[in-house]
C-alpha cells in the first residue's frame, strides 16, 4: 500500500522475513467502499483515488518489487527466499503440492516460480474436456457460451463461489466473460496500469 508498507525499509524488511518463510506472496489491497469509508472516517490520506473489486497492485510498485527480488538474486549473499504473485501459488509450494487454482494457465505470472515448482504445476495442469465444464457450469446455474481454451473456462452467469467451485474443481482457471482478466494484469484492478491489456 502506497505510503504505508511500500518504503525500501520495508522492501528490505520483507526480504529479510522472506528468508525464514516457506514462501513469500506479494499482493494487492482490496480497497473497497468500506476501507474507503473506514480511511475517511478517520481522516487518514487514501492510498487510491478510486475504489475496485479487484486488488490494486499497481505496475510500478510489482516492478519495484521484482528489481529488489532480482538485484538480491544477482547478489548471492543478500538473496530473497522464494516469491510468488498469487497466494495459492505460495501456498502450494510450502506444501509441495500443484496450484489448486490452475494459474500455470497464466504464463505470465509463473516468471518467478522456481522451476521445481512450474514443473510440477505443468505436470498437474490438464485442460479439461468442453462437454463436462459445460455440464458442470450449467448445474451451477452458468448462461451463454462455455469456453475452455488454453489460459481458462470462460463463464457467464456465475458469482465467484460457483466459478470457484470449478476452478478447484478442474484445477483451472475459471474467468467470468464480463470481467476479464488481462494479460500481466491477471485478477487486479486497472488502477496503476498504462495499458487496458497490460502489455505496454
Not at 26 to 46: N, Q
Not at 47 to 68: G, N, S
Request: aromatic share 10%.
Amino acid at each position: 500500500m502506497p505510503g504505508l508498507n511500500d518504503s525500501e525499509a520495508h522492501l528490505e524488511r520483507a526480504r529479510e522475513l522472506s528468508l525464514h518463510a516457506h514462501a513469500t506472496v506479494f499482493t494487492g489491497l482490496f480497497f473497497r467502499e468500506e476501507i474507503k469509508a473506514y480511511y475517511d472516517s478517520h481522516g487518514l490520506p487514501a492510498p487510491y483515488d478510486d475504489t475496485a473489486r479487484r486488488k490494486i497492485m499497481p505496475e510500478t510498485a510489482e516492478q519495484r518489487i521484482l528489481d529488489t527480488f532480482h538485484q538480491a538474486q544477482t547478489i548471492g549473499e543478500a538473496s530473497w527466499g522464494t516469491l510468488f504473485r498469487k497466494t495459492s501459488c505460495g501456498v502450494a509450494y510450502a506444501w509441495g503440492e500443484p496450484d489448486y487454482n490452475g494459474h500455470y494457465g497464466i504464463r505470465e505470472l509463473c516468471d518467478i516460480c522456481p522451476p521445481e515448482q512450474i514443473a510440477q504445476c505443468r505436470k498437474a495442469w490438464v485442460k479439461p474436456d468442453l462437454a463436462t465444464v459445460t455440464r458442470e457450469a450449467r448445474t451451477l446455474g452458468a448462461t451463454g457460451e462455455v469456453e475452455v481454451n488454453d489460459r481458462a473456462i470462460v463463464v457467464e452467469g456465475l458469482d465467484e463461489p460457483p466459478r470457484y467451485a470449478l476452478q478447484h474443481g478442474f484445477g483451472y482457471q475459471c474467468h467470468d466473460r464480463a470481467k476479464p482478466h488481462h494479460y500481466r494484469r491477471h485478477g487486479r484492478a486497472p488502477i496503476g496500469w498504462q495499458a487496458e491489456n497490460g502489455t505496454a
